[in-house]
């Protein structure tokens, strides 16, 4: 059987060491059956997370001509897919690629990566941040974790455990914004983690939640987001989808934190590709 081809633009920086951002999405959107094209918005010698000295190169002129020269050799996308961004005129440059490619049927899914364990990166300047925002509120789906929660809803950020009404008024707030759908990761309740998603159509809550596994890892914000987008372009709801997200993250940070002797050089995913992409396959088989 032929399965119609789904396509995604995927706006992220290019970390070469350190898995994160495009090192991720490409990968995972690949096993899902989702042919990516790549737009790095800044070229790093790792990611900024626990590293120092890094080599940093800001690609924002180059983003316009790009997203030009895709337009003008026929590109189109099923998906827009904005992740870390390299300075606060890049989030003008992005509103502006979603305005060229976007359209009804086009899906737009902003990761406003912003900061993690309630502070911002480094190099997340308040303008930045600001535009950030501005995305979250032209987007179809956001999926920000807390700390960023926190920001974009100008509300004190909460780490420790929270209720479920609690999680869930913030997902309506985020939904407030703009974006139809909202998930927020890393959720705790009831002693469990996971994320939760909210879609504002249907006004359902639902809750995925597992077993913490100790630690912080870098790069699974991006890795969770380029899954939970694999699964939406692959034709699942978006609680099916934050499920097959959670249950992936979980399982490659056990991996991880079993055999990766350094946590900053990001999520051992690879071996667990082939899984997913027979758990795609299934789904598109049996949609
Ligand atoms: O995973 C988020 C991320 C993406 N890109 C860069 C980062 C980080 C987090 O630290 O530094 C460059």
């Known amino acids: 059987m032929i399965y119609k081809p789904m396509s995604c633009a995927a706006i992220h920086d290019l970390s070469g060491v350190g898995k994160c951002s495009l090192t991720v999405a490409l990968p995972v959107l690949s096993a899902c059956g989702v042919e990516a094209s790549a737009m790095p918005t800044a070229v790093l010698s790792t990611h900024t997370g626990g590293f120092t000295g890094f080599t940093y190169r800001d690609l924002t002129e180059d983003l316009l001509p790009m997203a030009e020269h895709w337009k003008s050799v026929g590109c189109r996308f099923s998906a827009l897919y904005s992740g870390f961004l390299g300075s606060a005129e890049q989030t003008g440059a992005v509103a502006g690629i979603f305005r060229m490619f976007g359209g009804e049927d086009v899906l737009v ?54 209720e479920r009404p609690a999680v869930e008024a913030m997902l309506r707030d985020l939904c407030a914004l703009g974006p139809g759908r909202a998930v927020l990761t890393g959720v705790r309740v009831e002693g469990l983690l996971g994320a939760a998603c909210y879609d504002a159509r249907s006004r359902e809550t639902h809750f995925w939640l597992k077993e913490e596994i100790p630690g912080s890892y870098h790069g699974t914000g991006d890795l969770f987001s380029s899954t939970l987008l694999g699964g939406l372009l692959n034709g699942m709801d978006l609680s099916g989808a934050c499920r097959v997200a959670v249950d992936f993250t979980h399982k490659v940070i056990e991996t991880t934190r079993r055999y990766s002797p350094d946590i900053r050089f990001g999520p051992k995913f690879e071996v667990h590709l082939p899984e997913l992409a027979r758990l795609m396959e299934k789904f598109r088989a049996g949609a």
């Not at 990166?121 to 509120?137: D, F, N, S, V």
């Open 109 to 162: 899914f902003v990761d406003p990566v912003l900061g993690d364990g309630g502070r911002l990166y480094a190099t997340i300047t308040p303008a930045l941040a600001q535009g950030m925002k501005e995305l979250c509120r032209g987007a179809d789906v956001i999926a920000p974790n807390l700390t960023e929660a926190a920001f974009l809803l100008d509300a004190p950020y909460v780490d420790g455990p929270l």
